[in-house]
């Protein structure tokens, strides 16, 4: 089976740096990905890492390391609507498979 | 930029009543999905659907769920008797490489 774990929950400063960690547990690994929710809306594709090492996307990068079963994202330069919910999700077999997500809240 | 839409953006049936989710992929995506999110929970893979049928399904895509590509357009999900257990938000996705594009979901309660 698939299992990612993520913390639960985030608080940090607008301006601020914050990383997300996620550890996964899969067979049949082809890379992860991260999502943002905003109040159960969409989940947007913010970034995938097919292989180790950081993908930067503006304010936003992901990290991989396949031999940790590791990644995180990191999200710089914190500003109010960077408050939402962050999915790390794996594809196995073409579907995807989310962790139950971070709930990230960024304060004035 | 090309989305994915779903209709109705939200649905309230009775329980054991059929439902069916609207969803139109971005047109040019080979790769279907629904996925379900119950309130506060993660988002869940249902089904995917390659070439006119189904590639995989969860546990939870059971007999009373179904899928189909009517037309070149559209994709839905059919529920045939509603529980209450069904009631989430259901997202549609399509993709051609290795970004998933979610439509906006259908929010679906059933009394």
């Known amino acids: 089976g698939q299992s990612l774990e993520q913390p639960s929950e985030v608080t940090a400063v607008e301006g601020a740096i914050v990383q997300i960690n996620c550890t996964y547990q899969?067979?049949?690994?082809?890379?992860l990905s991260w999502y943002q929710q905003h109040d159960g809306g969409a989940p947007t594709f913010l970034s995938y890492?097919?292989?180790?090492g950081l993908e930067e996307t503006g304010r936003f990068s992901s990290f991989l390391s396949r031999s940790d079963s590791y990644g995180y994202l990191l999200l710089q330069e914190l500003q109010m609507k960077d408050s939402a919910s962050y999915f790390c999700a794996c594809y196995q077999g073409g579907k995807l498979i989310f962790g139950q997500g971070t709930e990230l809240s960024v304060k004035p | 930029e090309p989305e994915v839409t779903q209709t109705p953006s939200h649905q309230v049936t009775q329980m054991g009543q059929e439902v069916i989710l609207r969803c139109v992929p971005i047109s040019n995506h080979l790769y279907f999905y629904w996925y379900r999110q119950i309130l506060g929970q993660k988002v869940e893979f249902l089904v995917s659907?390659?070439?006119?049928?189904?590639?995989?399904k969860s546990e939870i895509f059971d007999d009373q769920f179904s899928v189909e590509r009517p037309d070149g357009s559209n994709f839905t999900l059919k529920i045939r008797s509603t529980k209450l257990e069904d009631s989430a938000m259901y997202f549609c996705?399509?993709?051609?490489?290795?970004?998933?594009?979610f439509g906006p979901g259908t929010r679906l309660l059933v009394l």
């Open positions: 996705a399509s993709n051609r490489g290795q970004t998933q594009y």
């Open positions: 890492n097919g292989l180790d």
């Open positions: 899969t067979s049949g690994f082809y890379g």
């Open positions: 659907f390659y070439n006119n049928e189904i590639s995989e």
